[in-house]
């Protein structure tokens, strides 16, 4: 791992980014995937990027990671312009159809991985098993991915994005295609990274499974952000409290705020009342206004560089 990376830059920082596909022999015109995008990650958390599909979500994921190049505006990890090769020594990536070689075995592959990020002996070894215990596939180690199910291709997918013990872990779809048992799993996984201070960026949806884990979520619609903060900011709803009581009678619930101080009810919590995630992402992404996929190329907003 490289160790000249600041703690004190944000994991992820995006400012001002667009990418506009151009069209083949139409090189005028073009379709705006991402549009003005503006992001920033701390350091440990886990950051959920939601939109339907087609909102530019997964082009965005990979504009961070260096591997699409921006019409317009920068990415940077850890302080790191996205386009240098350094900025992505301490990032784990799962695509969302992940591609392996199906004759290795389990062990094999990540110990292929784990030389692709110079790992050697002792501390290969190690780390292999390390991975395969997280993962839940220790007893799978010796099978060939050829007979693994969805859900652990995702798991040794998630596994080899581990490999060198990253500090950015970014995951497009993690649970696609996959039954609740593994979705399940996976979570598990993303909640062990995070107690450990690994930053997450996940792209998912299953909503309710991002409103467990996510500490922060931005809501993408045609390529825009149309929502961004703190998950239990978001949900909340305004004007409305909750109080929950504990051994209340009907009769004193008419009173509660007024009575509960000066009764044998206890008062555990007061808080404001929430939505669902998935409320809100249908809210969000319903406002947004259709888009015009075919927009001039030589817009002062998509310029190209």
């Known amino acids: 791992m490289d160790s000249t990376f600041d703690r004190n830059d944000a994991a992820v920082a995006v400012d001002g980014l667009t990418k506009v596909f151009r069209i083949p022999f139409h090189p005028a015109r073009g379709i705006v995937a991402v549009r003005d995008l503006n992001l920033r990650?701390?350091?440990?958390?886990?950051y959920g990027l939601l939109g339907p599909n087609g909102s530019g979500k997964s082009t965005t994921l990979r504009m961070i990671l260096g591997l699409v190049s921006p019409t317009q505006g920068a990415t940077k990890i850890f302080g790191r312009d996205s386009s240098l090769a350094q900025s992505r020594e301490s990032v784990g990536f799962?695509?969302?159809?992940?591609y392996f070689y199906k004759f290795l075995?389990?062990?094999e592959i990540l110990r292929f991985f784990g030389k692709l990020c110079r790992l050697r002996g002792a501390r290969l070894k190690s780390r292999v098993s390390e991975l395969l215990e997280l993962a839940g596939l220790t007893n799978a180690r010796q099978q060939r991915l050829s007979t693994y199910s969805k859900g652990m291709l995702q798991r040794i997918g998630l596994a080899q994005a581990l490999i060198n013990d990253p500090k950015l872990v970014v995951?497009?779809?993690?649970?696609?295609g996959v039954d609740p048992a593994g979705s399940r799993d996976i979570r598990n996984i993303i909640l062990d990274l995070q107690k450990?201070?690994?930053?997450?960026?996940?792209?998912?949806?299953?909503?309710?499974?991002?409103?467990?884990i996510c500490d922060r979520v931005g809501i993408v619609a045609k390529g825009t952000l149309v929502r961004e903060g703190q998950l239990k900011e978001l949900i909340a709803i305004e004007n409305?409290?909750?109080l929950v009581l504990e051994n209340a009678s009907e009769s004193l619930l008419k009173e509660v705020e007024k009575l509960a101080a000066g009764s044998n009810a206890k008062l555990i919590e007061r808080r404001r009342s929430t939505t669902t995630l998935e409320r809100l992402f249908l809210e969000a992404t319903q406002e947004s206004k259709p888009a015009n996929h075919?927009?001039?190329?030589?817009?002062?907003?998509c310029s190209k560089h």
């Open 196 to 212: 450990r201070g690994v930053t997450v960026l996940l792209s998912s949806h299953l909503l309710s499974q991002v409103q467990e």
């Open 294 to 301: 075919a927009n001039n190329a030589n817009d002062n907003s």
């Open 94 to 98: 799962l695509p969302e159809n992940p």
């Open 41 to 46: 990650i701390e350091a440990g958390e886990v």
């Open 105 to 107: 075995t389990g062990e």
């Open 240 to 242: 409305r409290s909750e």
């Open 171 to 176: 995951l497009d779809e993690p649970t696609a």
